[in-house]
């Protein structure tokens, strides 16, 4: 079945990550195997076989695009009037991630742990779900550009940056 098929408008959107403090993040191939590994990272309530004990759902506003981009390399030959732009298949896409600001909330708390440390690379999976089949797309990132707003007027807002590591540290599965 193609991907393209599954994801469609009217599905929900989660977003998970592995809730460990110190978090062995899967290894390329595991990111495109469902049994034993995605799965494990994506909570029931999405189709998926984990539990608090394994993964944990980040409260986010929405799900911001996800994926992979195409890039370009682009070169020139000093002297000559030569050069050319190369395609470069599947840079993975940062996701800039917006979420209600809650001190009390797990995922949160991991998530500013990571971001202040710079150096934690763990395992966050987007699930999209229709109630029976599951779309998982896994990835390996660090946490970077944490901002709070605060607001007194509005509901306090986190916001930060998940960056992929690894040009192919990403992979698509499905529980059908």
Request: charged share 10%; with cysteine.
């Amino acid at each position: 079945m193609a991907l393209i098929n599954k994801v469609l408008p009217g599905y929900v959107g989660t977003l998970w990550m592995q809730d460990e403090v110190t978090p062995v993040p899967l290894t390329d191939a595991q990111l495109s195997t469902w049994t034993a590994q995605v799965a494990n990272l994506i909570g029931t309530s999405a189709g998926g076989t984990g539990t608090g004990s394994t993964c944990l759902q980040i409260p986010v506003e929405n799900i911001p695009p996800f994926g992979a981009d195409d890039a370009v390399a682009a070169y020139a030959v000093a002297g000559a009037r030569t050069g050319a732009k190369i395609t470069t298949q599947n840079q993975v896409t940062s996701m800039a991630i917006t979420a209600a600001w809650n001190s009390a909330d797990p995922a949160l708390l991991l998530i500013r742990g990571d971001g202040y440390s710079g150096s934690v690379i763990r395992t966050y999976v987007v699930a999209v779900y229709d109630g029976t089949n599951t779309v998982a797309y896994a990835f390996n990132a660090r946490v970077g550009g944490m901002t709070w707003d605060l607001n007194t007027a509005t509901e306090s807002k986190f916001n930060f940056t998940l960056h992929p590591v690894g040009g192919n540290s990403y992979g698509w599965s499905t529980n059908s």
